[in-house]
């Protein structure tokens, strides 16, 4: 049973910077495409990175040249690295598997 336990969510000013980092178990994380997605208050679950297990990855233009995914095979751990924050990156922050298993989510605040 894949299990994902988020972490490093937290307050940031905006222009500032936080990596969220997602550990993964219970299965052979290497062969997982991987993502982060996100929830801000009021509307649907938006997916803002996903990684192949060959390490390409995608983002939609609301993100794109701000955040990177990146993922380290030996630790079983996806990051997302989130600079040039914005208030409207405000929400809860949520790493998901191609299995359709989801971790907790963490809250980001960027405040103005």
């Known amino acids: 049973q894949v299990q994902l336990?988020?972490?490093?969510g937290g307050l940031v000013q905006a222009g500032g910077s936080l990596r969220l980092s997602c550990l993964f178990s219970g299965s052979d994380f290497s062969a997982y495409p991987m993502g982060w997605y996100r929830q801000i208050p009021g509307n649907s679950r938006e997916?803002?990175?996903?990684?192949?297990?060959?390490g390409n990855t995608k983002y939609p233009n609301s993100v794109k040249g701000r955040f990177t995914i990146s993922r380290d095979n030996a630790k079983n751990t996806v990051y997302l690295q989130m600079d040039s924050l914005k208030p409207e990156d405000t929400g809860v922050y949520y790493c998901w598997s191609l299995n359709n298993s989801w971790g907790q989510g963490v809250q980001v605040t960027v405040s103005s």
């Open 5 to 8: 336990v988020e972490s490093g």
């Open 47 to 54: 997916r803002i990175a996903v990684i192949d297990s060959g």
